[in-house]
């Protein structure tokens, strides 16, 4: 399965949302090639593990790993988490400009 087949499997707002993900990603991360890891849509930058979104009923889940939630703990506390894992919930806008201070900040890591 490649991300456009994953992203249309689901539909409504949580297709729109992952669409919005990509769109954040590729522009954000331009060089990073996109893949399916865990099934799910996978950004690695110079073959290391960049990002990573999934789609939910109730939310969008981001993969920042490894040190992507430690750095922005303080920001992602309002969110649900999980290990390695912050969830954004379709009752609220997604948090565009924290997901792109999150990406600059693992390409910061990668270079």
């Avoid at 922005?72 to 997604?94: A, I, M, N, T």
Wanted: avoid cysteine; charge should be positive; hydrophobic fraction near 35%.
């Amino acid at each position: 399965m490649d991300v456009d087949k994953y992203i249309t499997r689901f539909d409504g707002e949580v297709e729109q949302r992952l669409r919005v993900m990509r769109k954040v990603i590729r522009e954000t991360a331009p060089e990073a090639e996109e893949a399916m890891a865990y099934g799910m849509p996978a950004y690695k930058l110079k073959g290391k593990p960049l990002v990573y979104f999934a789609g939910y009923k109730n939310h969008i889940g981001f993969y920042a790993t490894p040190n992507g939630h430690e750095a922005f703990r303080d920001e992602f506390s309002h969110y649900k988490q999980g290990k390695g894992s912050v969830q954004f919930p379709l009752s609220e806008s997604l948090p565009i400009s924290l997901i792109e201070r999150v990406i600059k900040y693992r390409i910061q890591n990668i270079q």
